[in-house]
């Protein structure tokens, strides 16, 4: 069997689908690589590094297609769209695509990957299943999006994040706010408090309590009477009274905050807006919000996805694509997932897709011509 790795056509992309070491990996049982010349170049993996680790390096993405089994991806291919290559044309049928997808965000796409008979194994539709947690990209790449989040927030912010005692007396630590309890919120409570921050911390979920609280930072609790989680284990939308009652409790602790990290997203739905703009009027000057919900809409209604705002003298960052500004690290992660997913599909060094399995059934997105997906047909319908 032959995986085909391709350069990433996304701007401003440095991650690579995988690294030298899980080609390695892979050959042991069996699995050809053939690598894009350059592929992995903006995350520091060399052509030669892919050659030394027994993969073919392909001058061109046809190439590296050619006589490929598999396509794997982090960002879903480009449809053509505004100037943007078409490379759901390039794909061969038949082919099977690993990749992040968004089906419900990106129903275009998936018509037109049906429509060329591509298999489509979503990467983040992969169930969350203790057998899949391997798989679980999503996770990774929201650890690597957490930790940048809460450095960005210090070199943005005017002050110190620790608590220094100096002969030119003592500066008191800088306090952080972090909304949303997921892997990337854990995450960046965990990063603001090495570089020394008080954390206060919110989520709907009062499951992640101890989560929080086993990280050094204060949990902020609200009494909302009503399921906050869906099965999966993701934040579901709040009634509207319910909602009122959560900008209440966060917006009484945002003019004390030097910054506020927020990384609230809804699956497939607009994130949540936690920080109006009347509230953002209440924060002092040169404190700084990191959102990290800009690309579904922002969890502050002033966030512009892909830039920085000011506001009344607040910094209101809402940056494209975190993990791709640490693309060694989140390019291993991403690699070691996909490597997981691999031998989950492979027997023997062939392709195996049961659709009866767990995982094959829950990331599959369209199949035989077929979209698949239920909530992208639901929307399709609509």
Do not use: W
């Not at 894009?36 to 001058?59: K, M, Q």
């Not at 959560?246 to 920080?275: H, Q």
């Not at 209101?316 to 694509?321: K, L, M, R, V």
Request: hydrophobic share 45%; with cysteine; net charge negative.
């Amino acid at each position: 069997m032959r995986v085909c790795v391709l350069r990433e056509s996304r701007a401003g992309e440095r991650r690579v689908a995988l690294v030298p070491a899980e080609v390695a990996a892979l050959a042991k049982v069996g699995i050809q690589v053939a690598v894009e010349s350059g592929a992995g170049e903006e995350a520091s993996f060399l052509d030669d590094a892919f050659r030394e680790a027994g993969a073919s390096v392909c001058e061109s993405a046809a190439q590296a297609l050619e006589g490929s089994d598999v396509v794997v991806k982090i960002n879903p291919p480009s449809i053509g769209a505004n100037g943007s290559a078409d490379e759901v044309a390039a794909l061969p049928e038949g082919i099977v695509l690993i990749s992040f997808v968004s089906p419900v965000a990106n129903l275009e796409l998936v018509r037109r990957l049906a429509d060329a008979r591509v298999t489509t194994l979503a990467m983040d539709q992969v169930p969350r299943i203790t057998r899949a947690q391997k798989m679980d990209a999503l996770s990774s790449q929201a650890t690597v999006a957490g930790y940048r989040a809460s450095l960005l927030a210090a070199t943005h912010l005017g002050k110190f994040l620790p608590m220094f005692m100096t002969a030119a007396g003592t500066i008191p630590p800088g306090k952080v706010l972090i909304l949303g309890a997921g892997v990337a919120g854990l995450q960046a409570i965990a990063t603001a408090r090495r570089l020394g921050a008080v954390v206060e911390a919110f989520d709907i979920r009062p499951a992640v309590k101890e989560q929080v609280e086993s990280l050094g930072a204060k949990f902020l609790e609200a009494e909302l009477d009503e399921s906050a989680e869906d099965e999966g284990g993701y934040a579901r939308a709040l009634s509207e009274e319910k909602h009122q009652q959560e900008l209440e409790l966060i917006g009484g602790r945002l003019p004390d905050m030097d910054a506020v990290i927020t990384t609230a997203n809804i699956p497939g739905a607009r994130a949540p807006v936690l920080i109006t703009s009347a509230m953002v009027a209440t924060m002092r000057p040169g404190s700084v919000i990191i959102d990290l919900a800009g690309e579904s809409g922002g969890n502050c209604e002033l966030s512009e996805h892909g830039t920085v705002v000011v506001h009344d003298g607040v910094i209101i960052a809402a940056p494209d694509n975190l993990p791709s500004e640490l693309p060694t690290h989140a390019s291993q992660m991403y690699a070691r997932n996909v490597t997981s997913f691999l031998h989950d599909i492979v027997e023997d060094g062939e392709l195996k897709l049961d659709f009866d399995d767990e995982v094959v059934s829950g990331s599959c997105v369209t199949h035989d011509g077929e979209v698949v997906h239920a909530r992208a047909l639901e929307r399709m319908s609509n």
